[in-house]
C-alpha cells in the first residue's frame, strides 16, 4: 500500500515559538514524533506550513488540484492540517474533487505533536489506519473517530473530541487499537473528476435581535454574491418592528440568501413557523441539516458556476456529495 501524507501546517506541525506556536514541522518529521510504526510506503509532499486561520480559498484549489494530479499513483491520501478551518476544507474539498477513487483523510492535533500528552499520535494513527479500509471518499479523523468530510464541524476549542460529526452516523471508531468501521456512506459511480470553480464573495451573518436590513444593502453594494444568514432554532426571519424581512424579500431576486442555524444539531425547517414559512415567502433558501461548513463551502463552489438565484437555490436544496438530508 502506497500512502500521500501532505502536510499543511497547523497545531499538529507546531513548536513553541516567541510569540507562541508556529508551524514548522514538515510532514515527514510529523510521522517520525509520532512513533508509529508503518509498514506502507509513505510519500511527503509538504503543500504549506501554515497556522490554519490563514488558508484562503485559494489554497483549497491548490489542495484539490495537488491531490488529483497525484491520485493515481496512491492507495490513500492523508492530510496534516491545523483544526480552525479544517472542517471548511474537508467540505470544499468533498465539493472539488468529485468521485475520488480512495479515501482522503484529513486530520491534525489539539496539541503539538513535540507536546506530552499530545493527541496528535492517535489521530494520525486513526487517518492511517481508515485508509487501509479503502473506503473511498473525503474524511475527518480525529479522537479515534472517522467522520464523513462534509458532515464534519468543531464544536470545541480546547477538548481533544474537538469535531464531531453533525446530522450524519460517524463512519467508523478506533477501539483497543482496532478500526471498526460503524457505516459506509454511499458513493457516486463515475469517473473522478476535478472542479475548483469557486466565488468567495459569501457573507455569513449571524441573526441577533435588532439586526436591521442596511447590513443586508450594504454587502450587496460591497459587492458580495451570496449571503447566509445563521438564524436561530429551526429557522425565521424576524418582520415585527424590523425591516430585514422586508429588505431580505427584495434582496433575494438580486442574490441567493441561505439561512442555516446557529444550533449545532437538526438543521433549519421552515415550514415549522410563521417565521419561518414567512422567511420562505421572502426567497431565503433553507440549508437543511448542513453544517455551517458545508453551507460556506456548498455556495461558494456553487456560485462558482452560475449566479442565477433560481438555479442556485436549486442546486442548494439537491444534495450533492452527501453534505444534506433534505432540505425544508
Known sequence: MKILMIGMGGTIASIKGKEGYESALSANEILKLSGIRVSHEIEFLDLMNVDSTLIQPSDWSLLAETIYDKIGEFDGVVITHGTDTLAYTASMLSFMIRNPPIPIVLTGSMIPMTEENSDAPLNLFTALKFIETGIRGIYVAFNG??????????????????????????IAKLSSGKLEVLHVPEVSKGEVRLDTRYEPKVLVLKLIPGLSGDIIRSAIELGYKGIILEGYGAGGIPYRNSDLLSTISEASREIPIVMTTQAVYDGVDLTRYKVGRMALKAGIIPAGDMTKEATVTKLMWILGHTRKVEDVRDLMRKNLVGELTRAF
Open 145 to 170: 473517530k472517522v467522520m464523513l468530510g462534509v458532515r464534519t464541524s468543531k464544536v470545541r476549542t480546547m477538548h481533544f473530541d474537538a469535531f464531531e460529526s453533525i446530522n450524519y452516523p460517524t
